[in-house]
């Protein structure tokens, strides 16, 4: 099991940054594969950026250039920079594992409202 916890999320306008931390209830790096994804109203939900075990980060092209995905090892938390933020970017916002086929676990969400 894995519990994983969002925070961070909020209102901002456009241009501003957030950041969002995803807390794990275990060391991330018995975790196969983080990530991000979001899904705004009446859309699917979209992956937004990956962190695999081996370490290498992979992006959706919508965010490449503006959102950065790290990770605190010592905290098991992995953090969503966002950077340069549009209206197109509101969504709630969730953190993702995957351990295995069958094996996933998501987060509650946080929200995230870009306007002016």
């Known amino acids: 099991q894995v519990q994983l916890v969002e925070s961070g999320g909020g209102l ?27 899904q705004a109203p009446g859309k699917q939900r979209e992956l937004v950026a990956t962190l695999n075990r081996g370490g290498i ?3 959706a092209d919508s965010v490449k250039g503006r959102f950065t995905l790290s990770r605190d090892n010592a905290k098991n938390t992995v953090y969503l ?9 509101t969504a709630v916002y969730y953190c993702h594992a995957l351990r295995g086929i069958g094996d996933d676990y998501w987060g509650q969400g946080t929200q995230v409202t870009v306007s002016s």
């Not at 920079?81 to 970017?89: G, P």
């Open 81 to 89: 920079q966002m950077n340069s933020l549009k209206a197109e970017d």
């Open 57 to 59: 980060i992979n992006y």
């Open 12 to 38: 901002v306008q456009p241009g501003g940054s957030l950041r969002l931390s995803c807390a794990a209830s275990r060391s991330i790096f018995s975790i196969g594969t983080l990530d991000w994804y979001r």
